[in-house]
Structures are given as structure tokens and as C-alpha cells.
């Protein structure tokens, strides 16, 4: 995601010479008022508030040696003024992105066999599943992702719900599921607001081509509807436990991981296609759900951002499949790719939510501290609504596993056997993903919050309207981090390799009209290059959180960005006029009302906000026209 706004337009357009005019803007200020049109003016607003504070420490350069977990620290309080920073981090709740649907992690087979297979007792299992989902007692983990059979964090075995060919009448007999499905129960009596995911590796063997759930193999064209049903009868089984499944995905990481060699895939996996996938959704899966009664929304793709291009691109650009109410979005894993494609998704399908549903910590993770909280707060930035780890438990030798991965880890690590048989060690994946879960709850927003890349951060609102900022410091120094929350700030050393979240309640000051202006396309006003020179070109942009696109409205009808005025050149009353940044000074040409009907109107031609060409490409330049009504005038202010 950008941090410095977006890129200037190709041509600039040199300064224009000012004139100070104020009559013919009081006339039309006047008419705007008599057609049911106000200046922009902030609401009044008052705040000064206590901040909590958590950190998380690690000492080693791998990340995995925890010296302070989530340790509450000594508050501090928002005032009028603090001290100056190595970094400044503004948090505007004014500005919101996607709601936030959980955080957590999967309860594997080998996490069920390890929490209720002996490993460890029952006051155990009962203290450590509270300190992981219990959400004052622990860290509240909110989502979790299930496989559906046999994974590769399982133990040994290639076992499906129904291994029985060649019908569903022994669905679950075999009990395979009964473990997880019992841990996933007691997850949600801990958290009711726990969110459930269900996704299989692969179907049962007799319903593929290879006739085994390994070696990948594709699902039989005839059984297309009976894996439908499968995959129905599975949320049913939650349905009736007491547990409702949220979502499904109908294959974890499809043609993964040895499309060109099927032979060497030594855990079970499926080989789809995209338009297999899109016919086996929107032909079978959907049909099923709602013959069934059932409103489990589908997660498509469930991949690599990396396959994003050639795969995933493919399934959602399906109308019919992307637009259904069964559809919930589309699903990341972080393995390849970067974080940036859930921003270009977003571009191309602005209101197809976007969920990360597995990325493991691993001995092979260089720093696992640096690795989760980046991507805590990369994902986030660039659009994902959840945060999911792989296995929720291992134990000590990252097993037991089934083919695939034998070096992951979890959020905790089980003893099994030695010396410490039976003690639950938390990993640092604990800790990390507790500074999200602990503090973000379901149905919060993220925020705008100043990107930046050494102290990475992300912001939230949650729907008790207090606030969370996660901040973190992977160097080897400390950082001092001034936050600026409205009309307030704080200043607070941040030690080095550590993560804080900051926490407080309360209503926003000084900054409540301040926000991102959105206009044709969904896209923001936007101050090109983030440059604060006189007579930068003002421009419609995609909307990328950066202070280029943070426009504050001022009692006097300014609208202000990087402490400039939004400004007509010239200043003209001509069609086609541009708008630019300029130095503010009280002039008509820099006055806008809003209209009911969401025109912005500059008081000293009496003429709309326009984007040029109805365009809505990056970089199209803004300017005044004659209203018109069209969309490419209709723009939408902070509240």
C-alpha cells in the first residue's frame, strides 16, 4: 500500500497568481443556502482520554524467546501537546476501511489429539483453552479455520467424514471429526462471538479419479452433487452440536502443491481448475446450502496472494458466483506473494471482503516476532477483514503430522512425553496474535492510521466505540512514537523488538470532520504525490489510507489537506477550470458547500466539483463544471 500518496499526474500545472474574492461567493453562498445547502462545518468535539498499554518482547534475533508477554504497562493520557518523536502516528476514526471479522488460528486433528487424546488432562485442556479464547481470561481468539477430514496436521492417516463408497449414508460414523468438532464447541461457548470456517484438503477417495484422498487426483464430474451434499451435511453436523458454521471453502489451496508431480503429494489435496471451481459453487454447493436451509457463506479461492493472478482472478471475476448473498469473498494465504493483491482485489471488487485463513509460523521463519506482526498489519492495510494462523497446537517435535509440514508451529506447544509431559508452553504466535484478538473485537473497523514502514501500525475502532492501535518496533533500538488522536496526542517510547497495543475510549477532538472525500467510483480526492507545493493538482486516486487523501473541513467551508486549502486555479469561473492546493487565505474560490443532493459547489463560480471526462482512472484531475447532476459530481464528506 502506498505511504506517501499517490503519483502525480503526468503534466503539472504552474501556479496561478491570486486574487482575494469574497462578494460573488457571499451571493452564491447565499442561493446554496436557500436551496437546503450548508458549508461544511465540524461538529464541536471533546476528548482526553487514559491509554492502556501492552507489550510484547523478544530477545533473540529468531523472534521466539519471549522476555514480556501482553504485560500491561503504566498508562498514559492524552493532552493538548507532548513531546516531539522520532515517528508520528495520526489515528483518525473518521476514516473507516473493513470491518473486522476475527482472529485465530485451526483446530487441527493434531490440536484435538493433543488438547483430548491423553496428551494432557482435563483441567489442563480447560485452562488452556480459556487462555486462548476466553476473551477477558485470554487472549479472545475470534475465528477459527477447521480442515474437514484429513489435513496435513493430522494424525497419519487419509481419512474423510464418509470413507464409504459410494453414498453419504455413513456420514461421521468412523467419528474422525468428534474431537474437533467438540474443542470448536467449547471454543464458542468461551467467545460467542467465535466465527467458524469449515475446508476440506480433499474429497473422499472414492469420489476422485486416483481413488485416494493423496496424490492429489480431481473430483469425478458425477460426483458433483454428492460432494455438495457432503459438504452440507458437515455444517449440519456443527448445526446440530450447537455450533453454526460461518463459512466454508470448498478446497484449501487448490492444485497445491505438486500439480506437475502428483505422485510426490504425500498429504491429501484436491486438483481443481478455476472454472471446475466455479461450476462446483455456484452449480452444486449454493443449490445444496439452500435446499438445506443452510446460510453458510463461501470463501472462494482460499490461496496464495502469488496465485492470485493466474487462479484466484479467474473464480471471482464470475458475477453470478461473486455477487450470490452465499458468497462471503475471497480468502489469502501467505506463502508467495505479497500482501498488495488484496489492494489491487479491491480495486477491481470493492466490496468483496477479503479474509486471511492460513499462514503457519515455522522453524524456517527467519524472525516469527517481525513475520506475524507484519503481517498482522499488512494484511489488514491492504484489506483483509481476518486474521488466521495454521495448527492452533503442536507438540514439541511440531507433530503430529501427516505428510506435508513437520516443521510448522502453533500459537501453543504441547509436551508430549519427557521430562515436562503434560505443560502447554504459549509461543510467541500466542502472543502476537493476542495484541490483535485481545484488544479488536468482531464488528470493529479499522481506521486510518499513518502508515509506516519501521514502526508498522494499524488501527481500529471496535463497536463499543473504544480504540486499538497496534504499533511495532522490530529493530534493535527503541523508538520514540508520537500518537496524535484528533486535537490530542501522546509520546511514548517504544523499546526495541517489541510490539505494543495502545488502547482508549471516548470522542474523537479537533480531527471528527476530518476524513477521506469520495467521489465517482468510490475513489478519493486525493493531493497528488502527497506534495504540499502551491498548485499541486488535485485528483481523484484509489483510496490508500495516506494523509494525501485526509481533507479536514473548516467552519469557514474550507476543505484542508497537508495544511493547504482546496483551491481553484486562477481563480475562474470557467468550465474546466482545475483545482489545485493552495496556500489558504480566506478567499471565495477556496469555499465549498455541500449540498443535500452531495454536490460540492465552490462559493466564487457557483459551479460543482467535477472529476474531468467522467473518468475514473488514477490521476484524473478535478475541476469545476457547470452542475450537471451527473455522477462524477456526487461526493460523499466526513460526517
Not at 25 to 35: E, F, H, N, P, R
Not at 416 to 426: K, P, S, T
Not at 449 to 475: E, F, I, M, R, W
Not at 565 to 591: F, I, K, M, N, R
Amino acid at each position: 500500500m502506498p505511504t506517501a500518496g499517490s503519483p502525480p499526474p503526468a503534466l503539472r500545472h504552474a501556479p496561478h497568481r491570486r486574487r482575494l474574492v469574497s462578494v460573488a461567493g457571499a451571493v452564491v453562498l447565499t442561493m446554496a443556502a436557500a436551496l437546503g445547502g450548508v458549508p461544511i462545518a465540524p461538529p464541536a468535539l471533546a476528548a482526553g482520554e487514559t491509554v492502556t498499554i501492552h507489550l510484547t518482547t523478544t530477545s533473540d534475533s529468531g523472534g521466539r524467546n519471549v522476555t514480556r508477554g501482553l504485560e500491561r504497562q503504566a498508562p498514559v493520557n492524552f493532552a493538548a501537546t507532548s513531546p516531539g518523536a522520532d515517528h508520528t502516528i495520526a489515528v483518525d476514526e473518521g476514516v473507516r476501511y473493513q470491518r473486522f471479522e476475527g482472529g485465530g488460528a485451526s483446530i487441527t486433528d493434531t490440536t484435538a489429539h493433543l488438547f483430548r487424546g491423553g496428551a494432557i488432562s482435563a483441567a489442563t485442556r480447560d485452562a488452556v483453552m480459556r487462555r486462548l479464547f476466553d476473551p477477558v481470561d485470554g487472549i479472545g481468539l475470534s475465528f477459527v479455520r477447521n480442515p474437514i477430514g484429513a489435513s496435513d496436521l493430522s494424525r497419519p492417516g487419509m481419512v474423510s467424514l464418509d470413507d464409504t463408497c459410494c453414498d453419504l449414508n455413513d456420514f461421521g460414523a468412523n467419528g474422525y471429526d468428534t474431537n474437533v468438532r467438540l474443542l470448536t464447541q467449547q471454543a464458542k461457548q468461551l467467545n460467542p462471538r467465535l466465527r467458524v470456517m469449515g475446508v476440506p484438503w480433499s474429497a473422499p477417495g472414492w469420489m476422485k479419479d486416483n481413488g485416494r484422498m493423496d496424490q492429489m487426483g480431481w473430483l469425478k464430474w458425477e460426483y458433483y452433487p454428492t460432494y455438495a451434499q457432503y459438504l452440507a451435511k458437515y455444517v449440519q453436523s456443527y448445526q446440530a452440536a450447537g455450533v453454526p458454521v460461518d463459512y466454508v471453502s470448498v478446497q484449501n489451496e487448490p492444485n497445491c502443491c505438486q500439480a506437475g508431480n502428483p505422485t510426490a503429494m504425500n498429504y491429501p489435496g484436491m486438483s481443481w481448475n478455476p472454472s471446475g471451481l466455479v461450476e462446483f459453487t455456484k452449480n452444486h454447493v449454493y443449490p445444496a446450502f439452500r435446499a438445506a436451509g443452510i446460510g453458510t457463506k463461501v470463501i472462494h479461492f482460499d490461496w496464495n496472494y502469488g496465485d492470485y493472478a493466474s487462479f484466484g482472478s479467474q473464480i471471482v471475476a464470475d458475477d453470478a458466483l461473486r455477487n450470490d448473498p452465499l458468497s462471503a469473498g475471497i480468502g489469502w494465504h501467505d506463502y508467495a506473494g505479497s500482501p498488495s493483491v488484496g489492494a489491487q482485489a479491491h480495486d477491481q471488487y470493492p466490496s468483496m471482503t477479503q479474509f486471511n485463513t492460513e499462514h503457519s509460523g515455522g522453524t524456517w521463519v527467519g524472525d516469527q516476532h517481525n513475520e506475524d506482526m507484519g503481517d498482522i498489519i499488512e494484511h489488514a492495510r491492504n484489506w483483509s477483514s481476518a486474521e488466521v494462523k495454521w495448527s492452533l497446537a503442536l507438540n514439541q517435535n511440531m507433530g503430529p503430522h501427516n505428510g506435508g509440514c513437520g516443521t510448522c508451529t502453533g500459537l501453543v506447544t504441547v509436551q508430549e512425553g519427557g521430562g515436562r509431559a503434560g505443560q502447554v508452553d504459549n509461543t510467541i504466535e500466542y502472543y502476537t496474535m493476542g495484541h490483535l484478538t485481545k484488544f479488536v473485537k468482531p464488528g470493529a473497523y479499522r481506521i486510518l492510521s499513518t502508515a509506516d514502514s519501521t514502526v508498522q501500525n494499524v488501527a481500529y475502532v471496535n463497536p463499543d466505540g473504544s480504540k486499538a492501535l497496534l504499533a511495532h518496533n522490530g529493530g534493535g533500538s527503541a523508538r520514540s512514537v508520537r500518537v496524535v488522536w484528533g486535537g490530542q496526542s501522546f509520546t511514548y517510547d517504544l523499546p526495541a523488538r517489541t510490539t505494543a497495543t495502545f488502547t482508549w475510549s471516548g470522542t474523537q477532538s479537533g480531527g471528527g470532520s476530518a476524513g477521506q472525500v469520495t467521489g465517482l467510483a468510490g475513489k478519493c480526492m486525493d493531493v497528488a504525490g502527497a506534495a504540499t507545493a502551491n498548485g499541486t493538482a488535485v485528483q481523484l486516486h484509489t483510496c490508500n489510507g495516506t494523509v494525501a487523501q485526509r481533507w479536514s473541513r473548516g467552519a469557514d467551508g474550507t476543505l484542508k489537506a497537508l495544511g493547504k486549502c482546496l483551491d481553484v486555479a486562477g481563480p475562474s469561473t470557467a468550465d474546466g477550470a482545475q483545482t489545485h492546493l493552495w496556500d489558504c487565505h480566506g478567499g471565495s474560490s477556496q469555499q465549498w458547500t455541500f449540498t443535500p443532493g452531495r454536490d460540492l459547489v465552490n462559493a466564487y463560480s457557483g459551479k460543482c466539483l467535477d472529476v474531468t471526462g467522467n473518468s475514473s482512472a488514477d490521476a484524473t484531475r478535478l475541476q469545476i463544471w457547470t452542475c450537471t447532476g451527473g455522477a462524477n459530481q456526487k461526493w460523499t464528506v466526513p460526517a
